[in-house]
């Protein structure tokens, strides 16, 4: 699944690939994105997002470990920047199946510094740990 670009006016709008676009926080991202003229170009393996969710800017489907993907959605949308929300985030799964946390969520964003060092994109805004919002007992 691949949409086009020019369904999303303006041309010549700034373009952000977003990671995980089609996930719970990322899509809210875009959708600010776009209210502020730029161009949301998620980059979504839909394992647990939406492609309904996807509505401001083009779906690139794959997963960050496809590297050719990776290298063509950067080669064809030349983003200025990467926001990246790809990951696995609920906390009993982590600590059931760790292995799985690990592959996606860093094995996966090692994947993304190795596509942006090749096509030389340098800016990215990494969305960390949700459960830092986590307010701990202090009894
Ligand atoms: N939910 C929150 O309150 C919150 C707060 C702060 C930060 N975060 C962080 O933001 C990120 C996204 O969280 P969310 O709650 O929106 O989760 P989510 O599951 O709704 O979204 C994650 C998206 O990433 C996609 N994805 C996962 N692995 C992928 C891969 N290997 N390749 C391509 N796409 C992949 C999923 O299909 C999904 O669309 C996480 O890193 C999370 O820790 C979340």
Partial sequence: M???????PPDGARKILVTG??????SHAC?????NGMLPV????LVRGHGHAVKWGPLVLGDLEDRLKLDEAIKEYRPEAIIHFAAYTYVGESVSDPAKYYKN????TLALLDAMQRTSINIIVFSSSAAIYYRASTS
């Fill in 2 to 8: 691949q949409s086009d670009a020019s369904m999303f």
């Fill in 105 to 108: 969520n860093i094995v996966g």
């Fill in 31 to 35: 959708k600010l994105l776009a209210a």
């Fill in 42 to 45: 998620t980059f979504d393996n």
């Fill in 21 to 26: 676009g089609a996930g719970y926080i990322a």
